[in-house]
Structures are given as structure tokens and as C-alpha cells.
């Protein structure tokens, strides 16, 4: 056993989702959640840069004494987690393995969608994993970009945001798909909407519930589950503004946010003469 806080970090303020049902579904264990809100969005960016932020995030929570790291963030995922699982010497849970699997468990018709950021689809990770799964499976991939954005400024349910979805899914929805993969920490907000436009003869994986539902596995495969009197505590630390992620972290997380910290995880770079 151990209560050491587990380490939980995003881009930026979607992660909280995940955040939120771990602590749900771990009512005893700590965390420290950081948001990369200085250099979110990680969706367009290259797939060293995502390493390279990653790489600094974990450092930083390493040095905090986390237990576990879960990289709550599909992108970071997508670009990372072979990587980070080779830099630490503790258990690192991303999210596409959990959703890919939810997935494919789900399906009857073999037929799976995802949707990402763009470099979550371009990666391929999703396709691998569903691969993997379930082979054989026909997948369609959709990058549905604007969603964050879109988000973020809380038009969950706004005209244009309707607009944008009935775009994006067109094809998806075209091509029969009886499950469509979430793949992006934004997304679970717009669920509503995502299956008004695609219809009940399609399920939506949530891939924050099933990240929570490995980390648990995780933990008492590794004998680190904290004990069920540990006293618990939830850090917030951004790398950015603190007064927005309090604002709009809350409708991520489903209750207040205060008291976030602000942090600097850039490694220094000594130029050499
Ligand atoms: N957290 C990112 C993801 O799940 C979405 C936001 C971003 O582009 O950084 O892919």
C-alpha cells in the first residue's frame, strides 16, 4: 500500500474530466493534477515537441513523489507513452489502450469510429490499439479539431458547435459505426450532442471512465492502492493563468476549483560555448 498522491497531467483543462472520475472511482487515493496550460493546444503540434513537454511534465511530477503517472491527455498519449513508461520506473497508464479496448468489447458489428485531435488521428495509436483488439475490425478516424476550441469556450451545446459536429461526423456516421471512440479529453462535454447527431444506434466510449477503471487494476496489480483510511488530498498546478483553469477547470471537474498552484516544468537548457 502507499498514499502517495498519483501524478494525472493534460494539456491543458480536459484532463479534469479523467481527474474527476478517478477521483470517483478512487475515493481514497491523492493526486496532483497539472495542466500544461502555457503551451496547450498539443492536437497540432509535432510529435517531438509532445514528447519533449511530456517528458518535462513527468519529471516534475516524478520530483513531486507520485506513485503512478496517468497521461490524461490523448495526444500526449498517442505521441509519449512508449516513451514515458521507458523513462520511469513506475506504472504509467495513457488513455487509448483502455478506450480502444472499451471499444472493441462494445461492438457488434466490428465497425469502430474515432475521433481525435489531429495528431491523436495521425499517430495512428487509436488504429494500432483497435488493431490489436480486435482484428479484422473496420475503423474510420475523424480529426475533429475545432471541437476543443469549442469547448473551451463552453458552447456545448451552441448552434455552431451542432454545425461543426454534423460536418465531422458525416462520414462516420455514413459508414455504420455502431461505437464511436471519443478520443479526445474535450469530448466527453459534448456528448450529448455527439450522439444526438450520430443516433441511438450508437454507443459512445468515454475513455476517462474506462482510464479510471484500469488505473484501479493497475494499482492493486502493483500492491500501491493507498489504504482506505489515508487522508487525501487533490493538488491543481498549471503552468499558465490560474484564474481561468479555476473558472472553466470547474465545469470540467463538476465542482469548485480553488486554490491552484502555478509551476515552471521547462527543463533549462545550458547552451554549451
Ligand atoms: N488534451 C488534448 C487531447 O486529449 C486536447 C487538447 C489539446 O489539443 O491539447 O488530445
Redesign the pocket.
Known amino acids: 500500500m502507499s498514499s502517495a498522491p498519483i501524478g494525472i497531467f ?6 479534469l474530466t479523467v481527474a474527476r472520475t478517478i477521483h470517483e472511482l478512487l475515493p481514497n487515493e491523492s493526486t496532483i493534477y497539472l495542466g ?1 496550460t502555457a503551451r ?6 509535432s510529435p517531438e515537441t509532445v514528447q519533449r513537454y511530456s517528458r518535462e511534465i513527468v519529471d516534475w511530477l516524478s520530483r513531486e513523489g507520485v506513485k503512478a503517472v496517468v497521461v ?7 505521441h509519449a507513452l512508449p516513451a514515458l513508461r521507458e523513462r520511469l520506473a513506475m506504472p504509467v497508464v495513457g ?1 487509448i489502450e483502455p478506450g480502444a479496448r472499451a471499444a472493441a468489447l462494445t461492438t457488434a458489428r466490428g465497425t469502430v469510429g474515432v475521433i ?5 488521428i495521425s499517430s495512428g495509436a487509436y488504429r494500432r490499439a483497435l488493431e490489436l483488439e480486435l482484428p479484422g475490425a473496420r475503423i474510420v478516424e475523424r480529426a475533429c ?1 475545432l471541437f ?1 476550441p469549442l469547448v473551451e469556450e463552453g458552447w456545448l451545446s451552441h448552434p455552431a458547435t451542432r454545425a461543426v459536429a454534423e460536418e465531422y461526423l458525416a462520414d462516420v456516421r455514413a459508414a455504420g459505426v455502431d461505437v464511436l471512440v471519443l ?5 466527453p462535454l459534448l456528448k450529448p450532442l455527439i450522439g444526438d447527431v450520430m443516433g441511438c444506434g450508437t454507443v459512445l466510449i468515454d ?1 476517462a471512465y474506462e482510464t479510471a477503471r484500469e488505473l484501479v487494476g493497475v494499482l492493486q496489480h502493483h500492491g500501491i492502492a493507498a489504504s482506505p483510511d489515508a487522508v487525501v488530498t487533490h493538488r491543481y498546478v498549471v503552468t499558465d493563468d490560474i484564474e481561468r483553469f479555476e473558472r472553466v477547470g470547474a465545469v470540467f471537474l463538476g465542482k469548485p476549483l480553488t486554490g491552484v498552484e502555478h509551476v515552471n516544468v521547462e527543463a533549462v537548457v545550458i547552451n554549451a560555448p
Open positions: 493534460d494539456s491543458g483543462i480536459g484532463g500544461d496547450v493546444p498539443y492536437g497540432p503540434k490524461a491527455c490523448n495526444t500526449a498519449t498517442a488513455v481525435g485531435t489531429a495528431g491523436t479539431p476543443v478520443g479526445c479529453t474535450h469530448y475513455s
